[in-house]
C-alpha cells in the first residue's frame, strides 16, 4: 500500500490539488438565484443564469431572483427571506393596531443595478432588512397616518391595501395638513386640527417623493394584507360606536318603516277608493250601456213599428184605392149590367124573366094547392053537382093576377 502511494505520489497530489482548486476556479448559479463575483482585480460580475460560471478565486455573494416578507399570522410555509409576526402601526386619531400580510419582490435583472444594491447592502439579508423590510413598515405606517383607527377598521380597508401597496412601489405620497373641524363627544367643544392629506397633481394623480426600491430596480411582484388587529380600547370605542350608530339605524329604520306603512296604508285606501270609484264608475258605464242598448232597442222596434204602421197605412191606402177601384168596378159592372138587362128587356119585353117569375109562381101555387084537400070528406046538403068549382076558380085568379103582374103576353108577336 506504501509502496503504491509512493509509486502515485505525483498523480495523488494532482488530484488533491486540483479537488482544492476546482472550486475556487468554478461555481455554478442555481435556478432563482443570482450570483455576484468579486474578482482578486476588484471587477464584479453578476451571473443571473443558472449554470456553471469561472470563479477563478473570486469572492461571490448569492442573492434571491425574489424576496419575500412574510408578516402574516402564521409562520410562513417553506422559506421567506423575511418572517415576522405583522406590523405594528399607528393611526391618525392615535391608536393602534397591527397590519397582517404578505409581499413578494423582485431584484433588478440588469448588472449595473445589482451591483449597485450590492455595494449598499452587501448580501440578500442585508437587502432584505434594511431596504424592503424598513420601505415596507414606513409604507404601512405612512398609510395608517391618512385615516383614523375607525375609517380603517369600516370604510377603508380596501384603500388601504391600494395605498400601502402604491407607497411601497412608487414612494411615500406627498403630503400636506388640512383643517378639520372635530366636535368631542364628552364635551360637545368644537376642536379645529390639522391632518396629513395627499397631494395631487391637476390631472389627479398624488405626488411621490423618491422611492429607494425604485433606486435599486426592485419591484413589487405580489402583494396583499390578509387581516388587521386593532387595540382594545379602538375595538370597545368602534363597537360602543356601532351600536349607537346600529340603535339610529334601526330607530330610523322603524320611523322609515312606519312612516312606510302610513304610506302604504294610504296608498292601499286610495286604491280601495279608486277602486271603489271604478267600481261604481263600472256599474255606471254598465247601465250606461244597458240603457242605451234598451234605447237603441226601443229606437229600432218603434222605427220597426212605424214601418210597420206606415206600411200598414201604406197596405190600408192600396186596400182602399182597391176597393174604390173595385167599388167603381162594381159600379161600372152593375151599369153594365143594368144597361145590359135593359137593352135585353127592353129588346124582348122581359120575357125570360117574366117566364121565370110566372113559372116559379106557379110552381109554388101547385104545391100549395096539391096539398089542399080540395073535395070535402063530408058534404052538408047538396046534391054534388054544383056548375062551379072553388079550386078552379081559385087556380084562376092566382094566374090572373101573376099575368097581370108580370104583363105577360103569352101571344107571340108576329115581329
Known amino acids: 500500500m506504501l509502496s503504491f502511494l509512493m509509486k502515485h505520489f505525483k498523480v495523488i497530489l494532482v488530484v488533491v490539488i ?17 450570483t455576484l463575483i468579486q474578482y482578486p482585480t476588484g471587477t464584479l460580475v453578476v451571473k443571473f443564469e443558472p449554470g456553471i460560471y469561472m470563479r477563478l478565486f473570486g469572492r461571490i455573494t448569492v442573492y434571491n431572483d425574489v424576496i419575500t416578507f412574510d408578516f402574516d399570522k402564521s409562520k410562513s410555509i417553506g422559506i421567506a427571506s423575511i418572517d415576522q409576526k405583522g406590523i405594528a402601526v399607528r393611526y391618525q386619531d392615535g391608536g393602534t393596531g397591527t397590519i397582517y400580510g404578505k409581499a413578494r419582490l423582485s431584484l433588478p435583472n440588469d448588472e449595473p443595478t445589482m451591483i449597485s444594491a450590492h455595494k449598499a447592502f452587501r448580501s440578500n439579508q442585508g437587502i432584505a ?3 424592503i423590510k424598513t420601505v415596507t413598515e414606513e409604507s404601512m405606517n405612512l398609510t395608517a397616518g391618512l385615516m383614523t383607527s375607525e375609517e380603517a377598521y369600516t370604510e377603508k380597508r380596501g384603500i388601504f391595501t391600494e395605498w400601502s401597496r402604491d407607497q411601497l412601489q ?16 364628552s364635551t360637545g367643544k368644537r376642536i379645529i386640527r390639522n391632518i396629513p392629506v395627499i397631494s395631487f397633481s391637476k390631472q389627479g394623480l398624488a405626488f411621490h417623493l423618491d422611492s429607494d426600491l425604485k433606486t435599486y430596480g426592485i419591484s413589487v411582484s405580489g402583494y396583499q394584507i390578509t387581516d388587521w388587529d386593532f387595540e382594545r380600547k379602538t375595538l370597545n370605542q368602534i363597537s360602543v360606536k356601532r351600536e349607537a350608530t346600529m340603535a339610529i339605524i334601526t330607530a330610523k329604520a322603524q320611523a322609515e318603516q312606519a312612516k312606510q306603512e302610513a304610506i302604504t296604508a294610504e296608498e292601499k285606501g286610495k286604491a280601495a277608493v279608486i277602486k271603489a270609484k271604478f267600481e261604481k264608475e263600472v256599474e255606471k258605464q254598465r247601465a250606461v250601456t244597458d240603457a242605451e242598448k234598451k234605447k237603441e232597442v226601443a229606437i229600432i222596434s218603434a222605427s220597426q213599428k212605424v214601418e210597420v204602421a206606415t206600411q200598414g197605412r201604406l ?7 182597391a176597393a174604390v177601384e173595385y167599388k167603381q168596378e162594381q159600379i161600372y159592372r ?7 138587362k135593359k137593352l135585353v128587356m127592353s129588346a124582348d119585353g122581359a120575357l125570360a124573366q117574366k117566364l121565370e117569375a110566372w113559372i116559379t109562381v106557379n110552381r ?10 080540395w073535395v070535402p070528406e063530408i058534404q052538408m046538403g047538396g046534391n054534388g053537382s054544383g056548375k062551379s068549382n072553388s079550386a078552379n076558380d081559385l087556380l084562376s085568379l092566382f094566374l090572373a093576377k101573376t099575368a097581370k103582374d108580370i104583363s105577360l103576353n103569352m101571344k107571340v108577336p108576329n115581329k
Open 18 to 34: 486540483l479537488f482544492i482548486l476546482i472550486p475556487s476556479l468554478f461555481g455554478i448559479n442555481n435556478a432563482g438565484q443570482r
Open 129 to 131: 432588512h434594511k431596504l
Open 170 to 185: 412608487n414612494g411615500k405620497y406627498k403630503t400636506e395638513l388640512k383643517q378639520i373641524v372635530l366636535s368631542e363627544e
Open 315 to 321: 197596405e190600408a191606402e192600396q186596400k182602399k184605392l
Open 334 to 340: 152593375g151599369k153594365g149590367d143594368s144597361e145590359y
Open 364 to 373: 109554388h101555387y101547385a104545391d100549395a094547392m096539391s096539398k089542399q084537400k
